[in-house]
């Protein structure tokens, strides 16, 4: 058997920060009158804090200045942060730890790819951090998600071939990236919204362990 490397996502594939995302995205756009839907909020899963300003302004026609943009960056993180501050390994979803613990014992590599600078503090709130032998966050890549980059360099750093990598992700945008580095796709989510994945499930629960076994073998 050949060692794999699993690379996990973490908002809303971990944890479910995602809806903590959601709420200081919607504050932010509604404080400067802009509406903000879970439609639109899709869009900006799995993307740059960066480019998803970007892309609000741009849906409610706003123009602003470098000064205003970095004070709006400021702002949500401080929001999203507020959040954050109470998290403990509560807030792991359902099975997490099931996948974890059964790819630890069967020695497989074990990375973090996400396009958040937060990440590293997040693991450390649930108590996560040294299950993961490589963590590839935001502050290590220059090109998000549905850029490969963040993706291959955890391939990299587990020194895996992107071949052998499996992806759990939760976002279209790395779905794309995972499809683009040649990995296997693991969509964490609605399967409508993630249908380019090489396999859906609604949420960790639905995975069995003999399912973690036949991708092992292939
Ligand atoms: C991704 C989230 O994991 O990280 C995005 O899906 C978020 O919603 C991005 O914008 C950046 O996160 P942060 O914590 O650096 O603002
Ligand atoms: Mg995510």
């Given amino acids: 058997m050949r060692k794999k490397g699993f690379i996990f996502d973490l908002d809303g594939v971990i944890v479910d920060t995602a809806k903590y995302h959601f709420i200081a995205w919607r ?8 509406d903000f839907t879970e439609l639109q909020n899709e869009q900006l899963k799995g993307v740059s804090r ?10 409610g026609g706003k123009e602003i200045s470098e000064n205003q943009f970095s004070n709006l960056m400021q702002q949500k993180n401080e929001d999203y942060l507020s959040h954050i501050d109470k998290m403990d390994n509560q807030e ?4 997490v730890c099931k996948v974890l613990d059964f790819l630890i014992k069967e020695k497989h590599g074990i990375a973090l790819g ?3 600078k937060n990440a590293r503090m ?5 108590n996560l951090i040294h299950q993961f032998e490589v963590i590839v966050d935001g502050n290590d890549v220059t090109k998000g ?7 291959l360099n955890a391939a990299k750093e587990l020194n895996i071939h992107t071949n ?8 279209v945008a790395g779905i794309q990236a995972a499809n683009t580095a040649n990995m296997i796709s693991i969509g964490i989510g609605d399967a409508t919204v993630l249908h380019e994945a090489d396999y859906i499930f609604n ?11 036949e991708l092992i073998k292939e």
């Fill in 145 to 151: 998600k549905p850029n490969p980059e963040v993706f």
């Fill in 122 to 126: 997040i693991l450390e709130k649930v």
């Fill in 50 to 59: 960066v480019k998803s300003l970007e892309k609000i302004l741009k849906w």
């Fill in 164 to 171: 052998n990598c499996i992806v759990f992700e939760d976002s």
């Fill in 27 to 34: 504050n932010l756009a509604n404080s400067i009158d802009i």
């Fill in 92 to 95: 792991i979803l359902p099975d």
């Fill in 203 to 213: 949420d960790f629960t639905e995975i069995e362990i003999s399912f973690i076994k």
């Fill in 114 to 116: 996400s396009a958040s």
